[in-house]
């Protein structure tokens, strides 16, 4: 079954303790994104990557590293999370070829208290 | 001024109407424009894409793009409570498809029985 792979799915941490968030997908898609979603801003792209090796970012980059060492994973780590990083973190992953459909993880609801 | 923008509602409509949700865009090169169904606490789905002028019909949906007003519409025909959700409006832009996808900030709908 084509999917994108999120976790964790739900996570409660402290300010300022690092944490990565892992997402793989099974459908050998070159372009990969993370968003974050927020009442009222809809989502927001943080960075994105057009291939192995090849990333760059969004709208709302600061606070969040990424790579793409395989073409499959796509992991979203925050160094040193802070409350306004409180969100909900969605993955996706389109076909160079095919980019009108983007696939969604299922999301990572993310509290930093 | 927001790259995508949509009202934010609540839009409320009772069953059986025709719901009409609206998006517009300040890139005036983009091609290619998506709606996006998203109900609480899950991941977005593609609906409906439209990459011309005019309209473009998918069962019950309707999508509406106007290059010139740099505004794309989604229709709802015999609106469902089943319908009720956040629907999000995507346009990627000029630059073309790098996977880089920008979305509106959602408007939810509500379909009262």
């Known amino acids: 079954e084509a999917q994108v792979t999120q976790n964790p799915r739900y996570l409660i941490t402290v300010t300022g303790k690092k944490l990565t968030v892992t997402c793989s997908q099974n459908m050998n898609h070159e372009y990969m994104s993370w968003y974050r979603q927020d009442p009222g801003l809809g989502l927001r792209q943080i960075y994105y990557?057009?291939?192995?090796?090849?990333?760059d970012k969004g709208d709302v980059p600061e606070g969040y590293k990424v790579s793409r060492k395989e073409k499959r994973n796509f992991p979203l780590i925050l160094e040193s999370p802070s409350p306004n990083q409180t969100s909900l973190y969605f993955c996706?992953?389109?076909?160079?070829?095919?980019?009108?459909?983007?696939?969604f993880g299922p999301g990572t609801r993310l509290t930093v208290l | 001024q927001k790259e995508v923008e949509q009202n934010s509602g609540p839009l409320s409509v009772p069953e059986g109407a025709i719901a009409s949700l609206n998006c517009t865009y300040s890139d005036r090169g983009s091609q290619s424009f998506f709606w996006y169904r998203q109900y609480s606490g899950k991941s977005p789905e593609l609906i409906m894409s439209i990459y011309s002028n005019g309209d473009k019909e998918d069962g019950r949906f309707t999508a509406q793009l106007n290059k010139a007003s740099q505004y794309v519409s989604l229709l709802i025909r015999d609106s469902q409570p089943s319908d009720s959700a956040t629907y999000l409006c995507?346009?990627?832009?000029?630059?073309?498809?790098?996977?880089?996808?920008?979305f509106g900030q959602g408007t939810t709908l509500q379909v009262k029985p």
């Open positions: 996706a992953s389109t076909s160079r070829t095919r980019t009108d459909t983007q696939y």
């Open positions: 990557s057009m291939n192995v090796e090849v990333t």
């Open positions: 995507a346009v990627y832009p000029m630059s073309g498809n790098t996977g880089k996808l920008i």
